[in-house]
């Protein structure tokens, strides 16, 4: 059958979100991905009309972590998850489902008493929780604290996908940075979701001997370095081939067998 | 024509897997293969809608319904791709040379498929995905068929709202995003247990499966585990003769 691009669905909208991204200026005190993560929770503050958001690392178990928020958030809200040890971006992390919570102060809010009773006092009105995963990884969350009541539109939920599916590009792909410290030009090209992709990253794990999380940024790494496409690089690692085992990174494929 | 008996049967199986914790996607897959059953068709797939206008494929018979799927994805057309945007089944004679679908026909019909149908998985105003079924020139529907087939499809609706009480326009987008997941975290168990165990795909998907069910997990819960835990890949056991 024939293995031609795919255009990802919701391209236009992850276009979108970047666009975003784009417009809002890195921040000095900042390095690396938490970079790139400020700016993409200051995008989707502005994009969507929110209080703040956050986007939280976690650790496998979902405790330890290390948060990044839009610049305008208010204190109370960055770490409030952390603070009560409660909250919908908990649910999100452990279950990788999304965790829209539309009206925090009613009924759907009193899963979290302790998140619930704090997050109304900061403003909090509904709280949205996207998670950071791809298969089986799971990194984060990206939580949106919202003023106002109310289920977010369709067009709104694919936006937040957008920015929570650049988040996990962002933490998977840190060499996509440009020497100036913005997202570089052939960032778009990591979103390919297609059921090839996600065979070729458990193939490489066995084949390397690493962790998934490691095989999807060797995959990555490996496609951005050669120039293929993640499609075409999962085509021929199903076909057999294994990707080098120094860095993943080398113009040459072994064949495996 | 499909035996009214033989339908009566497929559904209490149907029905037999929907209560209790059930695994989505194993469900999804088992109703596949229950159409190809019912339907002698060769190939089946099903779509779901990904809640903001992309489509994702969810579940499907075989490797090769999984290209078909996939094709359409590729090219944004086809019978699935069109029945989501119409809401209403899709019936094509692909051998009768029309261009209804310039990327996709051709493929289809090298790959020795004559005839495709698609059936709206519907609940109540919106359309969350498609069925689709890819036929041979001898197996085509008849009409009193794709009633029974659109019943199928009505199954698999059911069972994603029902895996999660769906009482609000919200669960549903949080069903469907997991759902979508889900088949990522099953396509990467498959690659592994492919590589783990020297096999291919489509042994290693079944591979999953079976484990699945001897030790009684669910099995994208099986498959999580197979992805992050070495230990979980090693215990696999091989298909009983």
Excluded at chain 1, 136 to 150: K, N, R, W, Y
Excluded at chain 2, 213 to 221: F, G, I, P
């Amino acid at each position: 059958m024939a293995a031609t691009r795919a255009l990802p669905a919701g391209s236009d909208r992850n276009a979108d979100a970047l666009a975003m991204i784009r417009t809002v200026a890195p921040s000095s005190e900042l390095d690396g991905a938490a970079r790139h993560l400020e700016r993409l929770c200051t995008a989707a503050t502005e994009g969507l009309g929110l209080l703040g958001a956050a986007v939280r690392l976690l650790q496998p178990g979902g405790t330890a972590g290390v948060t990044v928020a839009a610049r305008e958030t208010p204190a109370g809200l960055v770490d409030i998850e952390f603070d009560v040890g409660e909250g919908p971006g908990e649910k999100c992390y452990a279950q990788s489902r999304p965790v829209l919570v539309s009206d925090l102060a009613g009924r759907d809010g009193t899963e979290w008493p302790g998140f619930q009773h704090a997050a109304v006092e900061q403003g909090v009105a509904a709280v949205f929780a996207f998670p950071l995963h791809l298969g089986a990884v799971s990194l984060g969350t990206l939580e949106l604290f919202s003023p106002q009541t109310g289920p977010l539109t369709s067009e709104e939920v694919s936006l937040a996908r957008a920015f929570a599916e650049i988040g996990v590009v962002v933490v998977l792909d840190g060499h996509l940075t440009d020497s100036d410290g913005g997202l570089s030009p052939g960032f778009e090209r990591a979103f390919e979701h297609r059921a090839d992709i996600a065979q070729a990253q458990g193939m490489v794990m066995v084949d390397l001997g690493v962790s998934l999380v490691e095989a999807i940024s060797r995959l990555r790494a490996h496609a951005f370095a050669t120039g293929d496409s993640l499609s075409d690089l999962a085509r021929k690692v199903i076909e057999g081939y294994a990707l080098p085992a120094d860095d993943g990174r080398s113009d040459d494929l072994d064949p495996i067998r | 024509m499909i035996s009214t008996n033989r339908m009566a049967e497929v559904f209490v199986a149907v029905a037999d897997t929907l209560v209790g914790d059930f695994d989505l996607i194993d469900f999804l897959h088992g109703l596949t293969l229950h159409t190809t059953e019912v339907t002698g068709s060769p190939a089946v797939g099903l779509l779901l809608s990904d809640d903001s206008g992309g489509l994702s494929h969810v579940a499907a018979s075989s490797e090769d319904a999984q290209l078909l799927e996939l094709l359409q994805l590729q090219h944004s057309e086809g019978p699935c791709v069109e029945c989501m945007a119409t809401g209403r089944p899709v019936v094509e004679d692909l051998a009768a040379g029309g261009d209804r679908w310039p990327n996709f026909s051709p493929i289809a019909l090298a790959a020795g498929i004559t005839h495709v149908h698609a059936f709206p998985l519907r609940l109540r105003e919106e359309v969350i995905g498609a069925l689709n079924i890819f036929a041979s020139a001898d197996e085509v529907l008849e009409t009193d068929d794709s009633r029974l087939v659109q019943s199928l499809a009505d199954m698999a609706t059911i069972a994603i709202v029902q895996e999660r009480a769906i009482t609000r326009a919200e669960t549903l987008t949080e069903q469907l995003q997991f759902a979508l997941n889900s088949r990522v975290v099953i396509e990467q168990a498959k690659g592994a247990v492919a590589r783990g165990l020297g096999i291919g795909v489509e042994h290693a998907f079944e591979i999953l499966r079976a484990n699945a069910r001897r030790q009684r997990m669910k099995l994208t819960e099986l498959a999580r585990l197979v992805v992050t835990d070495p230990d979980a890949l090693a215990k696999l056991r091989p298909l009983p003769e």
